[in-house]
């Protein structure tokens, strides 16, 4: 909401200011330009936040290409190796991290990877903030 506030406290300066010193019709474009852009930019950190993060954690780990592909796009079923499934089944004590139920290690291609902390607010893409989910809870979270 910060946003808006600004937005519009920079219009009516604009405004204001046209009607004491007129400005010239180049100097109005570029006030126009400045406010178009800035109210993409708010739209986008207040109504596309997921997608604002996700942009920017792929900019961010472009480099680590290991770690890129470990990642699961939730909708996409990569292949993801199963010895990362297994040390994080591991980490976990052989257990769903959501229902505590006990793994089946011959089953683990089933389990999935999920975030601990999403990224959409604030996770990091790294490997502390994996965990390893039975396909039922994997199916149902909604967290
Ligand atoms: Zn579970």
């Not at 006030?31 to 604002?52: A, H």
Request: proline content about 5%.
């Amino acid at each position: 909401m910060n946003g808006f506030t600004l937005l519009i406290i920079t219009i009516l300066a604009i405004y204001f200011y046209n009607n004491r010193y007129p400005l010239s019709n180049r100097y109005k474009i570029y006030c126009g330009i400045f406010i178009l852009l800035f109210s993409i930019f708010i739209y986008f950190m207040n109504y596309q936040k997921p997608f604002v993060y996700k942009m920017a954690n792929n900019i961010k780990d472009v480099n680590s290409k290991s770690l890129h592909s470990v990642i699961p796009d939730f909708n996409i079923n990569y292949s993801i190796p199963s010895s990362i499934k297994l040390k994080l089944a591991d980490k976990q004590g052989l257990k769903c991290s959501n229902c505590r139920n006990s793994m089946l290690v011959d089953e683990i291609d089933n389990y999935k990877i999920s975030y601990v902390t999403p990224l959409q607010y604030g996770g990091k893409n790294d490997p502390s903030n994996l965990k390893l989910l039975c396909p039922t809870c994997f199916s149902y979270r909604n967290f």
